[in-house]
């Protein structure tokens, strides 16, 4: 029996796909050839292979996608790999390997794997590279400077007091990041401030004289990077966990440690939630080092995009920062990748392959021998308890780095004010602590994470409310009395009459809480203050973001009102009081983070205050103040949250106690989609024994999106290993089904389906 088994064995035949060119037009162009016997067990995914390719069998190389033990055509007219060149990895077979990785990871196709990790080649035109020079001497430029300050021209100010520390600055960094349009741009040069030059000196836009003022570390600061830099001298290769309250300097630290990896040769990836990549940050990156430095962001055309990825593989560049996307650098000596705030949800791509910035960045470094530094004040439970767990080395920074002290963080309880019959949504706390801040001319921040009115359109004869007619949704009432889908973007005019019963009697109800609500009611009770309002409706355009942060930051408003865009990494030294109007509502989402997610909002929130000399105040308006997210946000007690966290999750096995795999079926056919499900259940519930446990199928917490409708398997399971077999199991059967829906992964979701 075994000799019969053994000889099975050798006489499977291995077939490759083999792609010939990586460019995204041709990913889905792969051609299979046989692996000869004398290659058998030589050929991976990732490698370099010699094949013969078209009529002449002219020889080419190309690299392996995936290895299949059938012959998708004739086996008769596939030709041989010939060799395997090459030990070398190129970057572009470690990126291969990658997407192969997280195809197998997150349940994706090779394609779509392949194309979210290889750069778009497409030629651009080469764009002429400008820059904007300060044309006046230093003495000059301060009196224009004092000039423009007496006349009040803040965008002239700010681009000239810039320019002053730094001489030159790349003409698109001051159109858009410092928001400065062509017309003064072209009204500064007629009166000889500034020149636009076009050709562009290397190493030189930024000012040698304020580059390279690195801080001094403080000892905590310093005994960190000191001990990162240590170890990678010796050549040990791991992930640390950074925790350090906001503004503890870690950015500081941050680049300690890359000016240390990037001295010995090596390159850099920095990741950053988009919503953080603030000219501010940037600017700071660029100090430090120069124009060695990249960065990219979702506005980028696929054209620049790789234009930026080619200057990294020509090495011009060492230092690439940018959101996820930035992971994709084709850098072929990686050294280290920064990822700051680890905690944000936008790491999670909510596209196939839904992967996760910090595992792919974990199993990049590997492949590349690097490392990587995760931070964050509030780290995610997941990298927390690694860290614990002693997978991750943990540094510590405790104490804010200015000497700053940590705001007093106060409490309205709502059902008190409610009892008093206060039935505003401004407790008599927040409301007198405005007041103050007012006369005082210092900021406040008001936080409300639900933009519009908030407030939906229901019929009172028969209870229907008006949803998309794309989505499971209701729309939300805005103040100019247009309905709108947040999910999709559909919009339409107010409803007069039921479309159901007919009646009249239809109306918005709801809370009445979201941000342009709070807006209107701080116009009114506060007539003489200025307000400013962030979110979703008021960023749509390009700069929106910019321009509202830059009237803030120059005190040219008294308050700012905002969902949680106003919450990310920035420094307003007049801002004393932030107000939380309702911490409660992101606990009431059906997620299992949702205690999480409440409690990283409410400790980023409150390190906005008191950012400077001034002390500041936070206030948290909530219906629990009992509640254990709410009690360790109030005393900015990481680890009181950590510990009451984990035993919830725990108590109910979800992740990191367990792990849970999310299959999503999508369909246009909402009928197909609860089919498919049904009986993919079927099937699941058979192999898996006992082993795990599955819940449903049943419709996802938002049954229809953009017209597709969409059905939740949910695994859940100690072993992860398991709900791969799982996983795998369910792509099997997708596959022999020959289903038309379809279906996708998530591994310990992050968002909630
Ligand atoms: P984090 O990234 O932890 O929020 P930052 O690195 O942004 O903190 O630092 C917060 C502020 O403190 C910044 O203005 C930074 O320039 C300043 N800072 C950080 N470290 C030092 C230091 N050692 N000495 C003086 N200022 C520092
Ligand atoms: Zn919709
Ligand atoms: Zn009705």
């Not at 690097?370 to 920074?397: C, I, N, Q, R, W």
Request: aromatic share 8%.
């Amino acid at each position: 029996m075994r000799r019969s088994f053994y000889f099975i064995l050798i006489m499977k035949q291995e077939y490759a796909q083999i792609i010939v060119d990586i460019s995204h037009e041709n990913l889905d162009r792969t051609f299979a050839y046989r692996i000869p016997e004398k290659l058998a067990g030589r050929v991976a995914v990732g490698d370099r292979v010699l094949i013969p390719f078209g009529r002449s069998n002219r020889q080419i190389s190309g690299f392996v996608l995936e290895i299949t033990d059938s012959c998708p055509i004739d086996p008769r007219s596939v030709k041989d790999i010939l060799e395997v060149t090459g030990d070398d990895l190129l970057v572009e077979q470690k990126l291969i390997m990658l997407a192969y990785w997280m195809k197998s990871r997150y349940g994706s196709t090779m394609n779509r794997s392949l194309a979210t990790v290889l750069p778009v080649k497409k030629k651009v035109k080469a764009v002429e590279k400008r820059e904007v020079v300060l044309a006046l001497s230093d003495e000059e430029a301060a009196l224009k400077l004092e000039e423009m300050k007496d006349k009040r021209m803040v965008a002239r100010y700010r681009l000239l007091r810039e320019l002053i520390s730094e001489k030159a600055i790349d003409y698109r960094l001051v159109t858009g990041k410092l928001n400065i349009s062509s017309a003064t741009l072209k009204a500064l040069c007629e009166q000889n401030i500034i020149k636009i030059d076009s050709k562009r000196v290397y190493r030189n836009t930024v000012n040698p004289l304020s580059r390279g003022e690195a801080v001094t570390l403080s000892a905590p600061q310093r005994a960190i990077a000191d001990d990162f830099i240590r170890e990678y001298g010796e050549g040990i290769r791991r992930t640390y966990l950074l925790h350090g309250i906001t503004g503890s300097g870690k950015t500081e630290v941050y680049m300690e440690m890359i000016a240390d990896v990037v001295s010995r040769g090596r390159s850099v990836i920095v990741l950053i939630p988009e919503i953080s990549l603030t000219y501010q940050t940037v600017m700071r990156f660029y100090k430090r080092f120069g124009d060695r430095v990249s960065t990219l962001h979702s506005r980028l055309s696929d054209g620049e995009r790789y234009d930026q990825f080619e200057r990294a593989r020509k090495h011009e560049i060492d230092i690439m920062i940018g959101p996820r996307s930035a992971l994709f650098t084709p850098f072929d000596n990686l050294g280290l990748i920064v990822m700051d705030e680890e905690h944000e949800g936008s790491y999670k791509s909510d596209n196939m392959p839904r992967y996760h910035a910090r595992e792919v960045a974990i199993k990049l470094a590997e492949l590349h021998g690097a490392s990587v530094v995760l931070g964050s004040a509030t780290p995610s439970v997941e990298s927390f308890k690694k860290a614990v767990d002693g997978v991750y080395k943990l540094y510590t920074l405790a104490e804010r780095a200015k000497k700053a002290d940590l705001p007093d963080v106060i409490v309205a309880d709502l059902r008190e004010e409610l009892k008093s019959g206060n039935r505003s949504m401004f407790s008599q706390k927040l409301k007198s602590a405005i007041e103050e801040r007012l006369a005082r001319r210092e900021q406040v921040m008001l936080f409300l994470n639900r933009r519009g009115i908030a407030s939906f359109v229901s019929c009172r004869a028969c209870g229907e409310s008006v949803k998309c007619p794309h989505c499971d949704v209701s729309l939300s009432r805005h103040m100019n009395g247009k309905l709108k889908c947040h999910y999709c973007g559909y919009e339409q005019s107010d409803v007069k009459t039921c479309s159901k019963c007919g009646s009249k009697l239809i109306g918005a109800m709801g809370t009445g809480l979201g941000t342009q609500s709070v807006e209107q009611q701080i116009r009114s009770m506060f007539p003489y203050a200025e307000v400013l309002r962030m979110d979703a409706d008021t960023t749509k355009q390009k700069g929106d973001y910019d321009s509202i942060l830059s009237t803030f930051a120059n005190r040219e408003a008294d308050i700012l009102v905002g969902t949680q865009m106003i919450v990310k990494g920035h420094d307003f030294p007049y801002v004393t009081l932030v107000g939380i109007l309702a911490a409660d509502m992101s606990l009431n989402a059906n997620d299992y983070r949702a205690g999480e997610r409440t409690f990283q909002l409410l400790v980023q929130a409150a390190g906005r205050a008191g950012r400077d000399a001034r002390k500041g105040e936070v206030i948290i308006q909530t219906y629990r103040p009992d509640h254990y997210a709410i009690k360790a946000a109030v005393t900015q007690d990481y680890e009181a949250f950590f510990e009451e966290e984990m035993m919830y999750r725990r108590l109910l096995s979800y992740p990191p106690a367990g792990h849970m795999l999310a299959i999503m079926i999508e369909s246009g056919s909402e009928n197909d989609a609860a089919e498919f499900a049904g009986s993919l259940a079927g099937a699941l519930s058979g192999c898996i024994m006992g082993r795990a446990v599955l819940i449903g199928p049943t419709p996802a917490s938002i049954r229809k999106l953009k017209d597709i409708y969409r059905h939740m398997i949910y695994v859940k399971s100690t072993d992860a290993d398991m709900l791969r077999t799982v996983k795998d199991k369910a792509e099997e059967y997708h596959a022999s089904c020959g289903s038309k829906v379809r279906i996708s992964f998530d591994l310990d979701p992050m968002n909630g389906y």
